[in-house]
């Protein structure tokens, strides 16, 4: 992790802690207390899980080690809700997270009251100069925390799609405007040496530090995201069933998981449907397509004649076209929206959905693990992984970056995942 800090950036911190500490609470509002324990599948977590691992987060690496007298709220909640860090002690394992019915609901909510106190007197407690070596720390609690929101979105939206009831996150409060099609173009990006990796102030993860140059040739980018209508084209083509389009590996995936449409897509009466957080609605053909995995997004690349960018190829298009506003969690749509016919030039980078990129997670040069428990954060994770970037609908607007490096491993459809793509 990085972080640069003037002293007045301690109160502004403390403000930022308050708020996004309230905005996991308020993503998790909309839910009975049933829907909080499920786990469907092993990689969505229950929704009480989250937040109490985000306590737990601040509890261990700042209040434990930095608040004389601290008394943990629970001597066994480091094992119920420590998610991978081994450094910290043993755990539930991760496919287990929904035998927790206990502790209640309520007993949870009061554990992130109780950190909160306790985070407020860390803050009293500290004068300027100590808070301000605490600032790394505490915005990688705070980046952490709206990780986990952008995921408690996520796995939600998964929760309740596999009800029968199909129930309503929340009602659409605003119908977007997505009945125009965006004409799809290519925009030159230069061949060149681009420089690659975090610079400045404020705060990057560690697996974007290392800046380095990489020497590209020229592409050409598409000036929108793949919509629902030209997937649809390419599901129609029999796109699932030849395998000339395909990757092996998801070619055996499509197969073994009788693949046919994007996660969350129904068909009822020959017409797509695909589950929303506003419930079951129909297929809008000009809103970009998500929910896909790697091996769908490069097989319709393939089937398109096409390619995808890799991550450096996806950096430098934002440097020669920057990404101006987005679909971010902060608009309430909480859906990837149709781009706009009449802006020219490059649309939709950030926000929306995550462009998955034809690279594998590695590190960049010069890559190193901070020490103790901390270290697990980022490096441990670099192998079998596709880099995606832009951040999504579900994603802060103050969270992204243009050197933001998601990763998954590239059978994961939850997310909200698309497809931007590149020739030559």
């Given at each position: 992790?990085?972080?640069?800090?003037?002293?007045?950036?301690?109160?502004?911190?403390?403000?930022?802690?308050?708020?996004i500490?309230?905005r996991?609470?308020?993503?998790c509002?909309?839910l009975?207390?049933?829907?909080?324990v499920v786990?469907?599948?092993?990689?969505?977590?229950?929704?009480?899980?989250?937040?109490?691992?985000?306590?737990?987060?601040?509890?261990?690496?700042?209040?434990?080690?930095?608040?004389?007298g601290?008394?943990?709220?629970?001597?066994?909640?480091?094992?119920?809700?420590?998610?991978y860090?081994?450094s910290v002690?043993?755990?539930?394992?991760?496919?287990?997270?929904?035998?927790?019915?206990?502790?209640p609901?309520?007993?949870?909510?009061?554990?992130?009251?109780?950190?909160?106190?306790h985070?407020q007197?860390?803050?009293?407690?500290?004068?300027?100069?100590?808070?301000?070596?605490?600032?790394?720390?505490?915005?990688?609690?705070?980046?952490?925390?709206?990780?986990?929101?952008?995921?408690?979105?996520t796995?939600?939206?998964?929760i309740?799609?596999?009800?029968?009831?199909?129930?309503?996150?929340k009602p659409?409060?605003?119908?977007p405007?997505?009945?125009?099609?965006?004409?799809?173009?290519?925009?030159?990006?230069?061949?060149?040496?681009?420089?690659?990796?975090?610079?400045?102030?404020?705060f990057?993860?560690?697996n974007?530090?290392g800046?380095?140059?990489v020497?590209?040739?020229?592409?050409?980018?598409?000036n929108?995201?793949?919509?629902?209508?030209?997937?649809?084209?390419?599901?129609q083509d029999?796109?699932?069933?030849?395998?000339r389009?395909w990757?092996?590996?998801?070619?055996?995936?499509?197969?073994?998981?009788?693949?046919?449409?994007?996660l969350?897509w129904?068909?009822?009466?020959?017409?797509?449907?695909?589950?929303?957080?506003?419930?079951?609605?129909k297929?809008?053909?000009?809103d970009?397509?998500?929910?896909?995995?790697f091996?769908?997004a490069?097989?319709?690349?393939?089937?398109?004649?096409?390619?995808?960018?890799?991550?450096f190829?996806?950096e430098?298009?934002?440097?020669v076209y920057?990404?101006?506003?987005?679909?971010?969690?902060?608009s309430?749509?909480?859906?990837?929206?149709?781009?706009?016919?009449s802006?020219?030039?490059?649309?939709?980078?950030?926000?929306?959905?995550?462009?998955?990129?034809?690279s594998?997670?590695?590190?960049?040069?010069?890559?190193?693990?901070?020490?103790?428990a901390?270290?697990?954060?980022n490096?441990k994770?670099?192998?079998?992984?596709?880099?995606l970037?832009?951040?999504s609908?579900?994603?802060?607007?103050?969270?992204?970056?243009t050197?933001?490096?998601n990763?998954?491993?590239?059978?994961?459809?939850?997310?909200?995942?698309?497809?931007?793509?590149?020739?030559?």
């Open positions: 992790m990085s972080t640069i800090f003037t002293a007045p950036a301690t109160q502004q911190t403390i403000q930022q802690y308050q708020q500490r309230a996991t609470e308020s993503v509002q909309p009975e207390p049933e829907d909080t786990q469907p599948i092993i990689d969505v977590s229950p929704p009480k899980w989250h937040m109490a691992h985000t306590s737990w987060f601040f509890e261990t690496f700042l209040l434990q080690p930095y608040l004389p601290y008394k943990l709220f629970h001597k066994q909640y480091s094992y119920l809700f420590n998610s860090y081994n002690g043993s755990r539930v394992q991760r496919d287990q997270r929904s035998t927790l019915t206990r502790p609901l309520r007993d949870i909510y009061a554990y992130r009251q109780h950190v909160d106190e985070m007197r860390l803050f009293q407690q500290l004068d300027e100069e100590k808070l301000a070596g605490l600032l790394p720390l505490l915005q990688l609690g705070l980046q952490h925390e709206q990780q986990h929101q952008e995921l408690l979105i796995d939600i939206k998964y309740l799609s596999t009800n029968p009831l199909l129930p309503v996150y659409q409060q605003q119908q405007d997505n009945n125009q099609a965006t004409k799809a173009t290519f925009l030159e990006v230069p061949g060149g040496t681009y420089t690659i990796g975090f610079q400045g102030e404020g990057s993860f560690d974007e530090l800046v380095h140059e020497l590209l040739e020229s592409f050409q980018v598409m929108r995201l793949v919509t629902n209508g030209e997937y649809l084209e390419f599901m029999g796109g699932y069933k030849d395998f389009h990757l092996d590996e998801g070619f055996a995936l499509v197969n073994s998981q009788n693949l046919e449409a994007p969350y129904v068909k009822q009466e020959d017409e797509w449907h695909r589950f929303t957080m506003h419930g079951l609605e297929v809008n053909s000009n970009p397509v998500c929910h896909l995995s091996y769908e490069d097989a319709y690349a393939n089937w398109a004649g096409k390619r995808l960018l890799t991550e190829e996806w430098a298009a934002s440097q920057p990404p101006a506003g987005g679909n971010f969690v902060e309430g749509l909480l859906e990837p929206t149709a781009a706009d016919p802006t020219e030039g490059l649309q939709q980078l950030y926000g929306d959905v995550w462009e998955w990129t034809y594998a997670y590695h590190p960049y040069p010069g890559f190193t693990k901070a020490p103790g901390i270290g697990e954060y490096g994770f670099m192998l079998n992984q596709m880099v970037r832009g951040g609908c579900a994603t802060s607007e103050s969270h992204i970056r050197t933001y490096r990763f998954f491993h590239p059978d994961k459809r939850w997310q909200y995942n698309g497809i931007r793509l590149a020739q030559k």
